[in-house]
């Protein structure tokens, strides 16, 4: 494949709600350009861009794949990325590396919470955006209601260049409002079509579209906008050329309808795409930081070269594939280049341009394009490749906190090494999991974007690591405390041959604030107890606050006085103090009516107004509270909060509550007194484990 200026490149990605039919979209693109002789489905997991194992099982989209083609002359790098919220991560990676974003709605869901998320993303990206509305060969779909709510959601400047003539199943003719012509495409799925005039009331409708594009179109330029003013009109050269312009400042923002399972108007999407998608000239200088951290500008003339990498990831039998665009300059086989993040030099082997798991080597990629490199030594996601001489590094993107948390159990002691290495390994390759080892609950937690992340997450451990392991509810956190005041004068006496053990403590507890900690004080008077021997007292109270009274979980929010005791002058010690401090606080607990405390997490749900009502009633079955809600387009958004141990699986039932159009963000937020019969049955729950445990 030859080497492309940055002018002839397009690089986009294709992103959207899940089951939007971007992956069939993508497939239908590389039909058209004759890059794959038919198209695969779905179903049949033979498409391009699902070809890993996990995608085909699961026939959803995990990874984002990279792809290109050739059409009119212009090199398309496209992206096909997942559309679970789950695997939002490879979409900000994705769109980081783009020019524009190609934003799929299923005309049968609609908009959804997905192509929400992405759209907000692109926007700060600062890439144009173009709709692709698709599945008008699905029964029942009415264009104009489809065409309100993506205005509700996205603005009055939402303008379709394609109308559906005949939606339904047997679905093949559009109306192209820019060429006003009416287009009908092949029943074959070749994507190839013949054009005839528009006439009669189609011919009107096309007028009135085209008559808002020439405004729009003229908005966007002061010269155009003078001469639309002055003749009405704009004549075609003046059209065509201001289009680009306008998209780029989205003055409005194309709409495009296909069927991408049969290939209807995927064509004439491209031939847009060719001819006025944006085009890394259109962005063709970026804001880097110096290694004294000041900004510095690259540009896309610059020789030096400039490298961003959007994502790595392990294909087996050819080790780590790293996906990078080019800023500056130009990179080749052989290329000796510097991590700036990481402070290493990298030797460049062979490039490749990919199609999913097809590679092609290319001995040279310009300033603006995108492929991969096989075997880099100690570069990450996120990571800048450029020179010695100008060691200039891009912002990483930033992956939104994962959000879900589930327990990881070994089937096998003495895994716990691979199972580090491994996870170690997944996250050079996706940023937004975390790993925790929880040190007072015992366990190993893993975090991420969604239930079906970490699902994902095991598999990949499972298969390329052999660790076998499964995901479990994580151990609530519990804490315990007090509701009243408590007092225990407690005597340790221990005679044995030789020196004894004496000590006597007197203490006053009583409680504090919620979440306001620990606080030991002493209040001694007299001589009756050496002040040295205080420091042993609190010692003792804090190890019983470490083990816990009740149920075995951290003691908090109360305030112990050590006010009097006694002391032997022989038989006195640090020891003695300790073992009577830690006793005269268990009495003292046990008389102050403790009580166990639960930790109450801070939700914030994204759903449909359709959906609030069964969200609220599921959330109140949790002992879950509304605390606020507001509309956000067409979407609400609650927030709330409900206690953990309620919450394992949330993201699920919220998914299925909503028909997948939901999401959810959860933190901890504070304690909480538990209710008396759930106390019992943790006490209880507690005790049972410990008896067990002496029993073995």
């Keep these: 494949m030859k080497a492309y200026q940055a002018g002839d490149i397009r690089n986009f990605s294709i992103v959207g709600h899940a089951s939007a039919g971007k992956t069939m979209l993508s497939e239908a693109m590389l039909a058209c350009a004759g890059e794959i002789n038919r198209m695969g489905s779905i179903a049949a997991g033979n498409t391009v861009s699902d070809y890993h194992e996990a995608e085909q099982a699961r026939k959803i989209s995990i990874q984002s794949t990279l792809l290109h083609l050739e059409w009119l002359g212009k090199k398309f790098n496209a992206i096909d990325c997942p559309g679970y919220s789950d695997f939002i991560c490879e979409s900000l990676g994705a769109l980081r590396a783009s020019d524009f974003a190609l934003v799929v709605v299923n005309a049968t869901h609609g908009v959804g919470v997905g192509t929400d998320m992405v759209w907000k993303t692109a926007t700060e990206c600062g890439i144009p955006k173009l709709i692709v509305v ?187 594939m790293t996906f990078f665009r080019v800023y500056s300059g130009q990179v080749k086989f052989g290329s000796d280049l510097f991590n700036v993040n990481r402070r290493v030099g990298e030797k460049f082997g062979q490039l490749y341009v990919v199609n999913g798991k097809n590679r092609t080597n290319v001995p040279t990629l310009n300033a603006g394009d995108i492929g991969a490199v096989v075997k880099l030594k100690d570069t990450h996601i996120g990571n800048t490749l450029a020179t010695e001489k100008r060691p200039a590094k891009l912002a990483k993107v930033q992956y939104p906190r994962p959000n879900v948390a589930s327990a990881l159990v070994l089937k096998s002691k003495g895994d716990e090494d691979k199972m580090a290495v491994g996870i170690a390994a997944l996250h050079e390759e996706d940023a937004s999991f975390a790993h925790t080892v929880d040190a007072e609950l015992h366990q190993t937690l893993l975090a991420g974007q969604g239930e079906l992340h970490l699902e994902v997450l095991v598999e990949r451990l499972r298969r390329r690591f052999k660790v076998e392991l499964e995901l479990a509810a994580p151990k609530v956190a519990y804490r315990e405390t007090i509701k009243s005041k408590g007092d225990s004068k407690y005597r340790h006496k221990k005679q044995t041959g030789g020196a004894g053990q004496f000590a006597e403590v007197w203490m006053r507890i009583e409680p504090k604030l919620r979440d306001s900690g620990f606080e030991f004080t002493q209040s001694l008077v007299g001589q009756n107890v050496d002040r040295g021997f205080v420091p042993s007292v609190e010692k003792g109270v804090l190890s019983a606050c470490r083990e816990g009274l009740l149920a075995g979980y951290r003691i908090v929010d109360l305030k112990v006085d050590f006010y009097d005791g006694k002391m032997h002058p022989v038989d006195s010690g640090d020891v003695a103090f300790q073992i009577a401090g830690k006793e005269a606080f268990r009495e003292a607990f046990s008389a102050a009516r403790p009580c166990l405390l639960e930790p109450i997490h801070k939700l914030v749900i994204r759903a449909p107004e359709d959906c609030i009502g069964k969200i609220i009633g599921d959330l109140s079955s949790r002992r879950g509270k509304v605390m606020g809600m507001e509309a956000e387009g067409s979407l609400q958004i609650l927030s709330g909060e409900a206690p953990a141990r309620e919450l394992h699986h949330y993201a699920t039932v919220l998914r299925s509550l909503t028909g997948g159009r939901g999401i959810h963000e959860e933190e901890f937020s504070h304690y909480e007194e538990m209710p008396r019969e759930l106390e019992a049955k943790v006490v209880g729950e507690s005790k049972r484990k410990h008896t067990g445990n002496h029993a073995h």
């Design 134 to 320: 698709n599945a008008f060969d699905k029964e029942d779909i009415h264009f104009d209601s489809v065409l309100e709510q993506v205005r509700e959601h996205f603005g009055p400047r939402v303008l379709p260049m394609s109308l559906p003539l005949n939606p339904g199943p047997g679905f093949s003719q559009l109306l192209d409002v820019s060429r006003t012509e009416v287009t009908t495409y092949a029943a074959d799925q070749s994507g190839k079509f013949t054009e005839t005039p528009a006439e009669g009331a189609n011919a009107e409708r096309v007028r009135e579209l085209h008559e808002k594009l020439i405004e729009f179109i003229a908005e966007a330029d002061d010269k155009l906008m003078e001469t639309w003013m002055d003749k009405g009109t704009l004549a075609e050269e003046e059209l065509r050329a201001g289009l680009h312009a306008a998209v780029q400042k989205q003055s409005f923002i194309p709409l495009f309808c296909v069927s991408a399972e049969k290939n209807v108007g995927v064509a004439r999407l491209m031939d847009f795409i060719a001819k006025y998608g944006s085009s890394p000239v259109d962005r063709a200088k970026v804001v880097a930081e110096s290694p004294d951290g000041d900004p510095v500008e690259v540009s896309l003339n610059d020789s030096e070269p400039l490298l961003y990498v959007f994502k790595v990831m392990n294909e087996s039998g050819f080790g780590d």
